[in-house]
């Protein structure tokens, strides 16, 4: 069978249309790129709204410690929080140094003033085994898809440390980032198994 060229254009301008068609409307349904920004925003803002924020680092980076101490801002465009627990022991993590992590973290977006959080995530129990990173990595994925907010605290804490980290979906899990959810963890980094 031969087609002509005028043919097998309008064929495909035909199945074009309506997928392009379904496409316009599911984005119409839906909420914009902006919008669900400004939520995550909001929902940052809404918690910290009950903090004491500090939008720079110490230029010692000595922090206040402990469960009122204040949540710092890590990055320029306030996308990355942090409160210091526990400000660990030793010397500064290394370029590529293997850090094992566990978690618990909870969804700002059911913060509540008062209310207790609720996890959605946590790997504490010591019968699963930790989560890791290299630190500072970008090759690998077993690094990569924890984001870069993760990691942000040991920039300025040594391994042993403790740390409430809001992180907002950008810097967040990588297979989340579309979600465009932010998310209180609680952090405890340790050294590698030897």
Do not use: H
């Amino acid at each position: 069978m031969i087609f002509n060229k005028n043919f097998i254009i309008s064929a495909l301008c035909a199945l074009a249309f309506p997928l392009m068609a379904f496409v316009a409307s599911s984005c119409s349904d839906d909420n914009s790129y902006t919008d669900l920004l400004n939520t995550e925003s909001k929902y940052v803002n809404n918690f910290l709204a009950d903090q004491v924020v500090i939008a720079e680092i110490p230029a010692d980076t000595v922090f206040e410690t402990g469960p009122d101490a204040p949540y710092y801002m890590l990055d320029e465009d306030g996308r990355v929080f942090m409160q210091v627990i526990n400000p660990g022991f030793g010397p500064k993590v290394a370029d590529n140094e293997m850090v094992y992590f566990r978690f618990t973290r909870y969804p700002l977006a059911y913060y509540e003033p008062g209310e207790d959080m609720i996890p959605d995530q946590s790997n504490e129990n010591m019968g699963y085994d930790a989560n890791y990173f290299r630190f500072g990595n970008t090759t690998l994925t077993s690094t990569t898809q924890w984001g870069t907010g993760i990691q942000m605290p040991l920039k300025y804490l040594p391994l042993n440390s403790q740390v409430n980290i809001i992180i907002k979906a950008e810097l967040g899990i990588t297979s989340e980032l579309s979600y465009v959810q932010p998310y209180l963890y609680d952090v405890r980094y340790f050294p590698a198994r030897n």
